[in-house]
């Protein structure tokens, strides 16, 4: 099985940058994905590491260290609008995916 | 491109009916799942399919059934509602293979009373 654990609410304001945790244990890792979910709507993927280290798409970055079962999402120059809850997710196999409980990102002005 | 589609987006059932969620996805994806989503829980995996004619148990499958009718459809139903399953329902789909991004329906409220 597996298990993610990741904060369950960060703040900040706008402009600054946050970091968003995520560790996990699985028997059977096949990379680790982030999603963004607005109040009400549907999650939307927003990257993935297989391999170690950063991988930056604009103003968000993800991070992973498969040794230490751990990464993470930057998000930089908040604005308001990333007002929204982050989940993290783990790949198991070619099939499954499972979700951490989310982060609420709380932007304020 | 509609993507993912599910249906009813809304819907009250008394406990102890019936009813099934519908899914269709037009990307061609051979893996698809069904999530619940309850405050401070997360995506819960209920069942997923791998591809066309295979189906698995996820995380919380009891008092669920699924059936993978075609590659572009998966359901999902509900045989006795319990006030338990008052929840969001998604229903996603993905290609197979490691490095693939998961598309969402925009999710079905479902309330037992």
């Known amino acids: ?109 | 491109n509609a993507g993912v589609t599910q249906t009813p987006k809304f819907q009250v059932l008394k406990t102890g009916q019936s009813m099934t969620l519908q899914c269709a996805q037009d990307m061609n994806h051979n893996s698809m799942y069904w999530y619940r989503q309850d405050p401070g829980m997360g995506l819960r995996l209920i069942y997923y399919s791998a591809s066309e004619g295979t189906t698995d148990k996820g995380e919380v499958p009891n008092g669920y059934n699924v059936s993978r009718l075609n590659k572009r459809e998966f359901s999902l139903r509900l045989e006795s509602a319990a006030p338990s399953q008052t929840s969001v329902y998604f229903c996603a789909s993905r290609e197979a293979g490691v490095n693939t991004e998961a598309f969402f329906g925009q999710g079905t409220r479902l309330t037992v009373v």
């Open chain 1, 1 to 109: 099985g597996q298990s993610l654990e990741q904060p369950s609410e960060v703040t900040a304001v706008e402009g600054a940058i946050v970091q968003i945790n995520c560790t996990y244990q699985t028997s059977g890792f096949y990379g680790l994905s982030w999603y963004q979910q607005h109040d009400g709507g549907a999650p939307t993927f927003l990257s993935y590491n297989g391999l170690d280290g950063l991988e930056e798409t604009g103003r968000f970055s993800s991070f992973l260290s498969r040794s230490d079962s751990y990464g993470y999402l930057l998000l930089q120059e908040l604005q308001m609008k990333d007002s929204a809850s982050y989940f993290c997710a783990v790949g198991e196999g070619y099939s499954t995916l499972t979700f951490g409980k989310g982060t609420m990102l709380l932007v304020s002005p």
